[in-house]
Structures are given as C-alpha cells and as structure tokens.
C-alpha cells in the first residue's frame, strides 16, 4: 500500500533576513533625512526666511529621521540571523514576537500595497490577535493602519524575499497547512459517547 504525501510533506522549512542592499538604502536616506532637517532647524543654510512652525517641523524631523537612523543602524549590526521563519506548522517573524502563528489560525492572507512596498497581511483568530500586537508603539501603529485596509498581523519586508513572492510563499504554505489539518481531522476517529 502506497503511502500518499501531502502537499505539506513537501515543502520546506525557511529562514529568511534581512536584505542588507535595503538596510544599507533606508541607511542612507534616514540620514539624509536628519541633515537635512538638522541644516533647516539650525539655520545652516543661506536663507533667514524660515517661519517658526518650519523650524519646529525641522526639529521634529531630527528626532524622527535621528530615530530611524539609529534603529537601522542597530538592525544593520544584528542582521546576521534570520528573522522571519516559515514551516507547513505556521510562520514566526520574530520582529513581531516568539510565538509561531500556526496555519490554521489564520483566517485570510492578503497583501496591502503601499507605494511600492508591498506587505503581507495575516488575519488571525480575534483570540489570538493581541498575543502578535507587540509593544505600545505597535498598537498605535496597527490602529493607524485599519482604516487604509491593513488589517491584522504585518510581515513588512526588508527582508531578502521581495514583497509579492512572499505573499505568494504564505499561500502556498497556508493552504498546505490547512489541507494537511483537515486531513488529520478527518483521519482521526470520533470519540464514541
């Protein structure tokens, strides 16, 4: 008797990072971003006809381009291991938390598009949404993005797999996940009462 593979036998385990060609872009532009705003705020420029809410924006804009500066720094030098991890039992990004959510949790995969980012959107089982919120910052992030359409767990990108081929990876595992689920459920026998 021939033993029958699902497809999920037959996928394989990947780890994916960081793409350091983006890191070493959003670098750059986070940089040029705080010079410029720091020339603006600290009048190193030629024209002395700045209104006080441009200078105060200026400032704004140190802080903010200076943040984002430092934390591409930081995950330039950490960016050695993997960060996101797909199996046929479900997918861990650990920008996100240590947990794995598990295939048949998620209800929907869809990809949200903005500019020319494109980012993978897991919706997951209202029970376990808050375990994958993160932090404060997170949250308020997540509130921002309901109204435009990204709705759920984000997998952003950054990473060494391009935006459309890792949605479409999370498909495929998805579905695999799911089939190979309701295959065991429906191998397994009823309890009897």
């Given at each position: ?30 940089l ?16 002395k006809d ?9 400032y ?11 934390k ?17 039992i479900g ?17 929907d ?13 897991l ?9 994958f ?13 309901k ?20 949605f ?22 009823e309890?009897?009462?």
């Open positions: 008797m021939a033993v029958k593979m699902s497809i999920s036998q037959n996928l394989p385990n990947l780890a994916i990072g960081y793409s350091l060609a983006r890191l070493f872009k959003l670098l750059g532009a986070s040029l971003a705080t010079l410029l705003c720091g020339a603006l705020a600290f009048s190193w420029h030629y024209g700045i209104a006080t809410i441009q200078i105060a924006l200026s704004f804009g140190i802080v903010f381009f200076g943040l984002t500066t430092c591409t720094l930081s995950t330039l030098i950490s960016a050695r291991e993997p960060v996101l991890f797909i199996t046929r997918i861990r990004d650990t920008r996100i938390a240590d947990d794995t959510i598990s295939w048949r949790s998620v209800r995969i869809s990809i949200f598009r903005y500019r020319s980012q494109k980012i993978v959107v919706q997951v089982d209202p029970l376990l949404a808050g375990r919120e993160g932090g404060f910052l997170k949250r308020v992030l997540s509130l921002l993005n109204p435009i359409g990204a709705d759920g767990v984000l997998v952003t990108g950054g990473l060494t797999m391009d935006g459309e081929t890792l479409e990876t999370c498909k495929q595992y998805w579905t695999a996940g799911r089939l190979a689920y309701s295959g065991r459920a429906a191998a397994e026998p309890p009897v009462h």
